[in-house]
């Protein structure tokens, strides 16, 4: 009897308790998920000048809640955060700035629309302390299949 | 060719990292297989990937990985089918009840306690792909596992096992086993029962239940007929090792097609073996030494190749990690501690009891790299997750030798009272 109500104390009590916390969890907001390979479309100003330089071809994201790591035309990890809708990815200027605008540090910023196209991106790619580069415009889709594993929501 | 000699290459590397990290923390008093994990660890992009980019890129180029990710799960399914075999009924006789209540206390607590950490994690750590209800689970049973395997050896190193608390620990460990891998197979069907072409739950539940019980009444008793085999030839043949074999991997892909991953099925497999002493150990003799000394280190390579503890950027990644470490020593070592305190051991036995439970070794990788393979985790949470198994592990020992040590485990070992338990582990 002593064994009985020892169990159900210590293990009773956590069981009920886990049942709240999943209940209150469920009104919880995770970031949205961006994970995977983004394949970036014709951006605005393909052929007019600087913009269809500067704007990436291809997207990697990898994910951990609103921490990104992004990879932008299979270059070295960059990271970022989300926040609410909004992403945003520098990338530091090389040390050996001699590159010119390929070698210049960059923000990257992206806007999802949540509610009608959560699978496309809006973004932009702004040099940082680089005069003579210009600013590009771009959209990406997400490549279908290329989510992570568990996302079938 | 080039693709055999780079697999041949990685596997020299690994072996020889992990025997001689293996050996090193020997020498420092862990166990061994603390060693094997930290080695996979560095050999992943946390170390050599950071500081010899040039020679991780050639040694673990990404498109091989799926080699040797092949090889460690094969490993891993022999791996847990021998887990599943040292699972003993004899370990809980006469110790049912404490062994119980402390077992389920010792899940209860900290899954609870993950669970709970869930609600400060997801939305930070988390996606919307992922339900609250699988994290949250999840969570629950990553801090709620323990190192069946790893304390069996700790145990038999340090001549616990005739002691009480030695013998408790152990049929605690097996109780906990059987219900932390139950409840793994639940949220993993659940993960999985959302993604799409997936079976629907109910299936799911209702066929792995039906499976488990076929498994455990008439596979049992068919089973037993490998035991009378055995008898006859004296050893344990070629054939009868084959269709061994076969069993544990028609369990694993069955479980794999009912949804709750194949480890579960090779573990149930070897659960549900023969427990003739000799039959064990000559099964196990087969098996054992070229799992755990080649395929195991393969797999925690294949563990330290995905946790990438740069992930873990600035004080608040840090604080989050710190945070569950110290949820999951204060419920495992807490919870555990707390019920064998409640069914009479005393607060010294209690303690060295709780430091045990709260070793999370080996097993706790297995279940974090189905967490991300099924991607109810992301990779930082995964980096948190991993680092929090090897400090487990790592203060294991330490703390063990503080609380119980050596003087007194030999003064326990001459109390007449408890029953020696052989483990081949």
């Not at chain 2, 799960?73 to 049912?96: H, I, K, S």
């Not at chain 2, 932390?180 to 079976?199: E, F, H, N, P, Q």
């Not at chain 2, 604080?319 to 419920?331: K, Q, R």
Request: hydrophobic letters at 55%; aromatic letters at 8%.
């Amino acid at each position: 009897m002593k064994s009985l109500l020892l169990y159900l104390a210590l293990v009773g009590i956590p069981v009920a308790a886990l049942l709240g916390i999943l209940r209150e969890g469920r009104g919880l907001d995770a970031p949205h998920d961006v994970a995977g390979e983004w394949r970036v479309e014709a951006p605005p100003g393909a052929g007019a000048g600087g913009q269809a330089e500067r704007a990436p071809r291809t997207l990697r994201i990898s994910q951990s809640g609103v921490y990104l790591t992004a990879s932008v035309d299979g270059g070295g990890e960059l990271r970022g955060r989300l926040r609410g809708d909004t992403l945003r990815v520098v990338r530091p200027a090389d040390e050996d700035a001699r590159g010119g605008c390929a070698s210049a540090g960059f923000l990257l910023y992206g806007i999802f629309d949540l509610a009608a196209e959560p699978d496309r991106l809006t973004a932009g790619v702004v040099p940082e302390n680089a005069p003579g580069c210009h600013p590009a415009a771009f959209t990406a889709v997400r490549e279908r299949g290329s989510r992570r594993p568990g996302a079938g929501r | 060719m080039a693709n055999l000699s780079l697999l041949l290459l990685q596997v020299g590397v690994i072996l020889a990292a992990a025997r001689g990290l293996g050996l090193l923390f020997r020498r420092i008093g862990q166990p061994q297989v603390m060693g094997e994990m930290v080695a996979g660890i560095l050999l992943g992009p946390s170390l050599l990937g950071w500081a010899a980019p040039d020679v991780s890129a050639f040694l673990f180029p990404p498109a091989s990985l799926g080699f040797l990710g092949s090889i460690s799960q094969v490993g891993l399914l022999v791996f847990m089918f021998l887990v599943g075999l040292e699972l003993d009924p004899r370990l809980l006789r006469g110790r049912t009840r404490t062994a119980v209540v402390t077992s389920h206390v010792s899940i209860a607590a900290p899954f609870f306690l993950g669970a709970a950490l869930a609600l400060y994690l997801y939305p930070r750590l988390s996606s919307d792909a992922v339900q609250f209800t699988g994290f949250a689970l999840f969570m629950g049973a990553a801090m709620s596992v323990t190192a069946f395997p790893v304390l069996a050896r700790i145990l038999t190193e340090r001549d616990l096992l005739r002691t009480r608390v030695g013998t408790v620990t152990i049929a605690c460990a097996a109780v906990d086993d059987v219900t932390a891998w139950c409840i793994l197979a639940g949220v993993v069907a659940l993960v999985r029962s959302s993604d799409a072409g997936a079976l629907p739950l109910w299936a799911t539940l209702a066929g792995s239940a039906a499976f488990i019980v076929l498994m455990v009444l008439v596979g049992k008793r068919a089973f037993a007929g490998l035991e009378r085999w055995y008898v006859r030839r004296g050893a344990i043949t070629q054939d009868m090792l084959a269709v061994i074999l076969l069993v544990a991997l028609a369990a694993a892909a069955a479980t794999e097609l009912l949804g709750i991953h194949a480890l579960f099925g090779a573990f149930l497999a070897g659960a549900v073996m023969p427990k003739g002493e000799a039959f064990m150990h000559a099964l196990n003799e087969k098996l054992h030494d070229l799992t755990v000394v080649l395929l195991l280190p393969l797999f925690f390579a294949f563990t330290g190749l995905r946790t990438h503890v740069g992930l873990l950027e600035g004080g608040e990644m840090w604080a989050m990690c710190a945070l569950i470490v110290l949820v999951a020593v204060v419920g495992k070592f807490g919870g555990s501690a707390l019920a064998a305190r409640a069914t009479g051991m005393t607060w010294r036995e209690a303690g060295a009891l709780g430091v045990l439970m709260n070793t999370r070794g080996l097993m706790e990788l297995v279940i974090l790299n189905i967490g991300l393979d099924i991607g109810v985790i992301s990779p930082a949470l995964f980096a948190m997750l991993v680092l929090m198994a090897l400090a487990t592990t790592f203060m294991t020992s330490p703390l063990l030798e503080w609380i119980y040590p050596a003087r007194l485990i030999r003064a326990a070992a001459d109390d007449p009272h408890p029953e020696r338990v052989e483990l081949i582990v």
